[in-house]
């Protein structure tokens, strides 16, 4: 039992420790990690089950800090628990270029940055990720193996972001019990206090979606273990709205706006000592008090040892299983069944859309890897991300592999991360590429994070039809393309489709987003490779029998409208080649040498893809004919779209002419 | 009064109209305008205030078709009421080229369609900006001159879209009493019941914000009629919760999934024929019922005749100010007030960050035009957004010019939209770049929509320094430059950011958004010039004195590193020249002489800019040198961080001479 006097002076060191760093830096956000300090005491000091020295641990409780902002607050964790990332020179250089204390928490950094975060609502939205990985692999590895809690600490800005509704709505839905929402409740945000822009009843509205909800003081520690302890115990999902005030401590500023972003200045510094008898020297923890921080970090080893009997005793096959996929490792018959596979389709090439060979690869990927969950944000069987192997998951059964996720894109993008970051599960999750743009946040923190979350974008171009413009990808390609560390397939038929998934599939440090077509196209790859081709981002896919005076690139759909453009150009005496560039990124990674022969030398070069030609001109220089789009697109079928735009064997052949002409 | 019959009859219009014209394009979604034709009719035939053969009637009631995919259900219900624009063969060329009866109602396409939508939840949150904007218009001009209502219809799909939430809380909070939401309460989705993804009370979650909500038969005309009257005399804003049958009349398919998305075929169809006692042969519309709904198409002629008087009887200066404002043009005096300004600064030019000087160039322009009305997601004080003018708006003083939209860049976005579109006000709203990810969705339909919606994105590269890669946009110039009809504008300095301003506010057809530095920058334009240079999306801003060698090209806070460049190469007897490109959009815009003079022959091209390459290639070549980012941030002070990364004038001077002597 912890004294409340104890209490305090360990929330206490958290708040100077925040304060201190901020004001070294002269920058970051104090007020967070002041307010939510005691929350933070009670939560890691009585309830988190980790071991800073195997920080790793499979069946540790989650913690993710979702206001990502008050960073300070899991640092100065970090370091009292005895994390040895975060040394007390990463806290004083905090900010500072090649510190692990970065500006916002980020993944990969320091052991115990579960996630990283900042973009507000994205922590949440990965937490219900990892509690539904949690029952997921509970209901594969039993209670033995797989039994933890995860934690959020969440301000308004999370919950004002509309991906919290639909992470939400998702937990409450699934009855994610073991997670619980620590909402740091001090109603105010950067322009003032929330009474300016919100009243929402934040119990009542998580209420109204199958949550158990609670309120407390979040400064009185017996009151938050209680809530806490009662939320364990619930067989819902809990939020836990805790009445804080922001900047605890300082005098002039605490409850104010004033506290949330900037240092606290030297004089208002030194009133929050006085007022909280803190008198160490900054950055000085008391001996004593970093004596009982660090025996807290202690306080799980007999249940990590426990933990590791267990495994050590557990079924042979079951617990190389699940060390497997926590370790992230493939199956070892994974690249031969992927063969295997190719084999089949060059033997008898299906003329179907990317999106049913993504179904019929998944079908084929599934069967070998038990870890991957698929799911689609309610466009199943538009996205065909369901396969024989997938079962629902529901409240009543984790046991099955596919998520139903419901109209949320954002949430389900991030709800992937969250569980590829909890470890043990591969996701996949599809929507229409146009709605990319719903989830691209989220997106876009798997490439920073380098994690493997797999997103199977279909209907991705004009060529979807009559829904329109609205529903096109115009620009998305690119718009993705621009996201470092993403790889952006498209493949173009049922082989290259593939051997995409076995790219993206085996990519444990790059996320990944498959372009699939919703029309049938022709097989391209009619001939087996044992190779995947595709991993190398381009390739030449048709060669020419003379000296080529024409190179047509070209991706996805629009590749055998570039294998007809050479039959044409062939026809007329300009001999012709085609190159495949299934992915733009794995192209960019090949050697020099390995680019120019692809790329040729053929005085012309032509691009055909149904999006915006941004990026091309990489590939076909920026004097290289592009046949594509240059607007948005429009509501028809989709035959009579490729030849409104322009899109064809004849247009492109057409170019190609003319600027052979132009160029003799 | 209308007997039940006859209002059967009309219902039944818009469900025959609307299964004979996804039959006849054999793609669509019949199941929504099936199920909702109760609610549509009564609405229509009893409330509506608008008139067909006025369309743009300012005063008119405002009708969104959230749940886009339904847009028979619109298409079929302005034919019926009489819009000239939707004609029987327009029904019948349903989703075809050409035809105003697009996949998603498309604005523009027809009056009467008052947004686009079909990305769920968008139509939703411009009803929020369309209801505050009445309530904005009538506090300038009276309740003689603005006072309607704001219907929308949702779906499943809508509400559990994160978007939904962020703009019900909005409204809730800003006691918007007029606007009226009535939700399909049909309990399907694509993927089957919506029990499969989701356990929402959505009238719990709504009146957990503040919300007015309802129950109701979605089929029982008198039903639906006390439910909107009850709803008209709320002082919250409505959730009417329909409950529906989607595909209502099919007699095999209703209430199923199967309903939704694609056309019954025949057999279905003859069989609701018979269930509906409907014998007309496709297309036609029984001609008592067509009358019946175009006298119903008339019941507002003698309001809009009174409203059109009273605006006749106005005080000259407001009934001008209105029509003005409602025409969307721009008082006479703002040009000479920008070019006034510029002469100012040229006198005295200001050492600022651009998002600074956008708060300078605001002062005046909101001086200047009443019609605009400034925001921000909870970043007021760091996006510069509010002036001296700009009072905030509350639920209980509509008068102010300021929203403070909360922590909620996605319906932000989308309410300025419905603002834009409601007529009458110039919206802006303020974010961080990086966080233009979240309203992305919403940014594209403005730039699909052809309307003018300011954006204003600030801490635009890693120049805002400390708070790291997650809030450091790299890729998101790129990304919003994808966007077709989008003007990207990123100026250099003050007298830039008032150019790009202008342009932005003269733009009636395209949106912008102005990407804004955090960090202070050297004046690049000290020379008073009356032309807006910017105008042309890049010129020359500093020429050499001999021959260029290399010329350099650069945008915002690059444009000082270019200047600076420059010098140093001068000094090394490389003469080089400096163009700004404040925007790409509006260069790609100009004249091939233009450009091409711009561009000059210089032998070596340099572009510094802190963002990715992607998108440069079409200025420089894909052989051009590129001085920027190649991936993610980093957390530190932002000089840090320009001489990690290498973006310096050193930098590019020595990569400059570089190439020169390669070239050599």
């Not at 073991?178 to 998580?206: E, H, M, P, W, Y």
């Not at 209420?207 to 067989?235: C, F, K, L, Q």
């Not at 008198?279 to 933990?307: N, Q």
């Amino acid at each position: 039992m912890i004294s409340r006097d104890k209490h305090d002076r360990m929330a206490n060191a958290i708040r100077f420790l925040s304060m201190d760093a901020v004001e070294k830096a002269n920058s970051g956000h104090p007020g967070l990690p002041m307010g939510a300090a005691d929350i933070a005491t009670v939560l890691f000091t009585r309830f988190m089950s980790q071991d800073p020295k195997n920080p790793h641990w499979p069946d540790r409780d989650r913690f993710v800090l979702s206001a990502g902002h008050g960073s300070m607050l899991l640092y100065s964790l970090l370091y009292l628990l005895g994390y040895e990332d975060v040394t007390i020179d990463e806290i004083k250089n905090f900010r500072q270029l090649g510190a692990c204390t970065a500006g916002h928490p980020e993944f990969g950094h320091a052991a115990g940055i579960e996630t990283t975060t900042g973009p507000l609502g994205q922590g949440l939205a990965n937490s219900v990720g990892m509690a539904l990985a949690e029952r997921i692999l509970n209901a594969r590895f039993g209670d033995d193996l797989v039994d933890h809690y995860t934690y959020v600490l969440a301000g308004d800005g999370c919950l004002m972001e509309g991906i919290s509704q639909e992470a939400l709505t998702l937990a409450g839905h699934l009855k994610l019990n073991k997670l619980i929402v620590l909402f740091d409740d001090n109603q105010i945000s950067i322009d003032g206090a929330i009474s300016l822009t919100d009243s929402t009843d934040q119990c009542a509205r998580f209420a109204a979606s199958g949550w158990n909800t609670m309120r407390a003081d979040g400064h009185d520690p017996e009151a938050i273990a209680a809530a806490i302890t009662a939320a364990r115990e619930s067989d819902k999902p809990t939020l836990i709205a805790f009445r804080t005030t922001i900047g605890f401590g300082a005098p002039t500023k605490s409850g104010t706006a004033k506290v949330h972003g900037s240092p606290l200045g030297k004089e208002e510094i030194a009133g929050a000592r006085k007022a909280l008898g803190w008198t160490a020297e900054p950055f000085v923890v008391p001996s004593d008090i970093l004596d009982d921080w660090r025996l807290a970090g202690l306080r799980s080893t007999k249940e990590r040892k426990a933990w590791e009997e267990r495994l050590a005793g557990a079924d042979a096959e079951m617990r190389g299983e699940f060390e497997r996929r926590m370790r992230g490792d493939l199956p070892e018959n994974f690249d031969a069944a992927i063969v295997e596979y190719k084999e089949k389709l060059a033997a008898e090439p299906p003329k179907v859309a990317t999106r049913k060979s993504s179904e019929m690869a998944l079908e084929v990927i599934n069967a070998c890897l038990p870890e991957t969950i698929g799911g689609s944000a309610d466009l199943t069987g538009s996205n065909n991300t369901r396969t024989s192997q997938t079962g629902p998951i529901s409240a009543k059964d984790y046991s099955g592999r596919y998520v139903h996720y419901g109209i949320r894109e954002h949430a389900m993008a991030a709800a992937m991360n969250g569980m590829t970051l909890h470890g043990g599960i591969i996701p996949y999750g599809g929507t229409f590429l146009t709605f990319s743009d719903y989830a691209r946040p989220a997106m876009r923190l798997a490439s920073l994070m380098r994690i493997r979350s797999i997103f199977v974008m279909t209907h991705d171009s004009i060529g979807l039809g009559e829904d329109g413009p609205t529903h096109q990808p115009v620009e998305h390609l690119a718009a993705l393309r621009a996201i470092p560390n993403h790889y952006v397939f498209r493949p173009a038929d049922a082989v290259e489709t593939a051997e995409c998934w076995q790219v993206a599939i085996a990519s444990r440090e790059t996320p990944s987003t498959l372009a699939l077509s919703r029309q049938n196209l022709a097989p391209v790859r009619t001939a087996h490779e044992e190779d995947n081709l595709c991993a190398r981002g381009a390739y030449e896919l048709a060669s020419s029998d003379d000296d080529a005076e024409v190179t047509l690139f070209a991706t996805g759909s629009e590749v055998e409208i570039a294998v007809a453009a050479k039959a044409l150009l062939d026809k007329a005496g300009h001999p012709a080649r085609v190159v495949s560039v299934p992915c733009f990124e794995l192209f960019e990674e090949q050697t020099a040498d390995y680019r120019k022969a692809v790329i040729g030398n053929a005085p012309v070069r032509v691009a055909i893809e149904a999006g915006i030609r941004q990026g091309w001109d990489a590939i076909i220089g920026s004097d290289g004919v592009f046949i594509g789009m240059t607007g948005f697109g429009a509501s028809a079928p989709a035959p009579a779209l490729y030849q409104h735009f322009g899109i064809t064997a004849e247009a492109a052949a057409g170019a190609a002419q003319k600027r052979l002409a132009k160029q003799a």
